[in-house]
């Protein structure tokens, strides 16, 4: 196995749910509960799920953005989770983060020029003329050109935008780059445009990435192993095309079930799932998605499944218990 860039075990974030006239706490709403996963150097990890799943919410935790309630990140040899503000200060350096709006992100009182340069000049890196060399260079490296520096982000379109969010993320040389569902916001003959660069970059820069998304055909499309999340737990984690061709968790089934195929040929049935999205802030007992779940048995009503491989896939499902 090559060499792991980043190791996340027992993953929580649980956020407080206050009322009252003194603010007391209610509950909380487990918005990721007891994720684990690894990330290969040069590899693409894709996270799927539907809206509230907590896919977005672990992208932040990896980056300390937001503080994890319990678990541990390992990214090479050091551990994210306890780090002091300045050493979190220099990681940042090598993992860098795409996000969803390419406009929210971007600061419309500056220049291009000042909105790349500013990770640089965080981070202490380069005079102004090696600052200006690089900004121009990034530039180019995602399909913009040079005179674009000067100009604003109202001025560029969607898909633009967003390559401005890339070539920021790339200035500090990152050694991996979450993307929290960069091409949704735009429009379909764009996505193409933007995950093909995401590609080349990531060949030509020897990037890892950990793709995140609700898309299912966008995340085949660019990732090399893909997890599954439901209800902020990880369900089902397996290589890309064995996923695809091969699911084993119902609610994976169900999801794939739903994406169309472009051959009007084949027929396949598509498997509705019932009923509503439990609250995070009140899952079910067991396995979270039994309240929908067509093979619901009653272990399945009282006892959490625990990640075991099959086939090659790592899946929590009572279907497969021994």
Do not use: W
Request: hydrophobic share 35%.
């Amino acid at each position: 196995m090559s060499e792991l860039l980043l190791e996340v075990s027992g993953l929580k974030k649980y956020f407080p749910i206050t009322g009252g006239l003194f603010g007391s706490k209610k509950g909380e709403v487990k918005a990721v509960d007891d994720v684990s996963f690894y990330v290969k150097k040069g590899e693409t990890l894709g996270i799927v799920g539907e809206s509230g799943c907590g896919k977005s919410t672990t992208g932040r935790l990896l980056m300390r953005l937001i503080e994890a309630s319990d678990g541990k990140i390992v990214f090479g040899d050091k551990e994210i989770t306890s780090m002091s503000k300045s050493e979190l200060r220099k990681t940042r350096r090598d993992i860098q983060m795409v996000f969803q709006d390419p406009y929210a992100s971007l600061n419309p009182r500056h220049s291009v020029e000042e909105i790349l340069e500013e990770p640089l000049i965080v981070h202490g890196i380069g005079t102004k003329a090696e600052r200006k060399k690089r900004v121009n260079e990034m530039l180019e490296v995602v399909g913009l050109s040079s005179y674009h520096a000067r100009r604003y982000p109202h001025q560029f379109s969607g898909g633009q935008r967003q390559r401005i969010g890339i070539a920021k993320a790339l200035m500090t040389k990152p050694k991996l780059i979450i993307a929290d569902e960069p091409v949704s916001a735009l429009d379909v003959s764009i996505q193409a445009q933007v995950l093909n660069l995401m590609k080349d970059i990531q060949k030509e820069f020897g990037l890892t990435y950990i793709f995140i998304a609700h898309d299912l055909g966008v995340v085949r499309h660019i990732s090399d192993r893909v997890g599954v999340m439901y209800l902020g737990r990880l369900i089902e984690l397996a290589d890309s095309e064995r996923l695809y061709e091969d699911p084993k968790h119902p609610y994976t089934k169900a999801l794939l079930s739903a994406v169309p195929i472009p051959d009007p040929d084949i027929k396949r049935e598509t498997i509705l799932i019932q009923g509503e999205l439990p609250s995070p802030a009140d899952p079910p007992s067991g396995c979270a998605f039994h309240t929908r779940c067509a093979f619901c048995m009653d272990i399945c009503k009282t006892t959490r499944p625990q990640n075991r491989a099959v086939d090659g896939h790592y899946v929590a499902c009572h279907l497969y218990d021994e």
